[in-house]
């Protein structure tokens, strides 16, 4: 009986092991939303940039329960480079299907959406080497509100990845 318990502890393991690593993932770092995230809060990731050869891939991560009311998502989020460049888009993503059932992956009322940035259209490569800042912020509103929503439900968790682009 002991014996089984090993081999089952073993094989979850091994599971939980190779399913954590992604070779991909150059940088893949979360900040905590405490309830509610207000529209002043911006969240910041720094990382250095891998190198100024390859191209990468840059996402928005987020986490979201069904505490989350809008079909859609926008947010403002700025890329500055080493160099004191600053690029600021503002971005608008699908977050749930017409029938109102949340996207995302998860099988708990927690649903994680890996959203594009960077590199879905066009390549991206980090062209000066050197310390990157990442800043988002929601941008949400009401229909046919002037002033946007103040403290946003329903984001638990915001994160940023930077992953090699296959070849």
Partial sequence: M????????????SCLFIASCDSNAVFDEYQSVP?????DAIISFNFKAPDTINNYNL???LRNTNDYAFSNLFLLVELNYPNGKAVKDTLEY????????????GFT???ENKLWFRGYKTPFAFKEVGEYTVSIQHAMRNNGDVNGVENLKGITDIGFRVEQAQK
């Fill in 2 to 13: 002991l014996k089984k318990h090993k081999s089952l502890f073993l094989v979850v393991i």
């Fill in 35 to 39: 309830n509610e995230w207000n529209k």
């Fill in 59 to 61: 996402y928005v991560n």
């Fill in 94 to 105: 699908k977050m749930a299907a017409p029938n109102g059932e949340l996207l995302g992956t």
């Fill in 109 to 111: 009322d927690i649903k």
